[in-house]
């Protein structure tokens, strides 16, 4: 089957997601306004600043189409800025969000620049090797709810979770060679 | 294995910084509207480069109250300029928490010889280049991100475009030639090496390149895109402006949707007054920021 991934072209990391599924053999398109959503199986929204990419969310009803879309099951996945996006509770911000995920997410929880790294991950259901992560002035789940499946901490603290048809990592796969993280989303697309 | 501050790390804000629009700003309150117009990162500043211009005498880092304010008010990465080659007060912007350092020539070189190794810094580095050169001397160095130079302070894009456009040829011209004329393709622009292998073999510069210098309008900002920018510096383009909220909010868009002509016009629509612009020949070449470093 041929897949169609939208990646979300506000502002961000898009191309590189672009790459990763386009070397995965996988049609992708941006998408820069709510007419960009029809004729995609899929929406990443990528890293990026979170509040510079909802800030353009709220025009016109894009973020309104996306939140109904993923309410009927429409796969979502979101890396760092996407997971911000995607959670329903932001730790000390009024900022806007789709509140989409039983997720309450703080940002730039591990600390300023500085304090970026990239470390090794053990991630639920995968075979192999650690995967390798970058966290960015990441964010990371501070609270989740029942419905939330953890896929992977780092030191004790939730970077990787699902929500049925909804994914977020705190971390960039699309930064890396490593596309064992994207192929799980593909995966997640009926 | 744990990495901070790996190049990856260094790079990757920069990626993430893409398509967005990073904003001089000068207090607490600038760099507020800065975000509320959804700028995805503010340079903190004393003064914008047209009022640095306008004072003449030296002009330095800014003092560390400033930065900290800003960074206490807003939740986007927060940049700051060093002098180039004044590697101590990069230390002192690191020691505060700055998210990027710009080793800039908006401010008056402290060295006219060498810039910051940048390289020993776990803080990323943006520096301006005019041509591909001098953008792999700074990656070379240790620069994380790239930007134009254009000319400062003058609300005139005219030396972004020529910078970004020199790249741009630059670029091309790298990746059709054969191998063995590469060295001699390195010794004339004063190249590494090995960034020229990296940017023959992949078409494109090994980190994200911004254009800045001259930016005043969403249509300057969308035409920077469309030459093949990766993003936007606007200095004094929106706080000399009449509106600046209404600009701040007209250029993020105009990068984002740079190509949507209708979508350009209605941005252009009711602005207000664009900041005062300057002739780049009625400035002196020994004023002309640009020619600082090398």
Partial sequence: MNKRIGVLAIQGAFREHRKILEKLGVETVEIRSQEDLSGIDGLIIPGGESTAIGKQLVIDGFGEKIIKMAQEGFPVFGTCAGMILLSKKIDQSEQYSLKLMDTLVRRNAFGRQIASFEADLKIKGFEGDRVRAVFIRAPFVLEAGAEI?????????????????????????????????????????P | MVEVASW???TGLAEMLKGGVIMDVTT???????????????????????????????????????IKKIMEAVTIPVMAKARIGHFVEAQILEALGADYIDESEVLTPADELYHIDKNRFKVPFVCGAR????????????????????????????????HMRTVMAEIRRLTTMPKEELMTAAKEMAAPYDLVLYVAEHGKLPVVNFAAGGIATPADAALMMELGCDGIFVGSGIFKSSDPVKMARAIVLATTHYNDPDMLAKLSEDLGEAMHGLEISSIAPAERMQERGW
């Fill in chain 2, 131 to 162: 041509n591909l050169g001098e953008a792999l001397r700074r990656i070379g160095e240790g620069a994380a991100m790239i930007r134009t130079k254009g000319e400062p302070g003058t609300g005139n894009v005219v030396e972004a475009v020529r």
């Fill in chain 2, 28 to 66: 607490p309150g600038q760099a507020k509207i800065a975000e509320e117009a959804g700028a995805c990162s503010v340079m903190a500043l004393e003064r914008v480069p047209a009022d640095i211009r306008a004072a003449g005498g030296v002009a330095r880092m800014a003092d560390a109250t400033i």
């Fill in chain 1, 149 to 189: 499946d953890v896929l992977s901490e780092y030191e004790g603290k939730i970077v990787f979770v699902r929500q049925d048809n909804l994914l977020a990592s705190a971390f960039h796969p699309e930064l890396t060679d490593d596309s064992r993280v994207h192929e799980y989303f593909l995966k997640m697309i």
């Fill in chain 2, 8 to 10: 990856k790390v260094k």
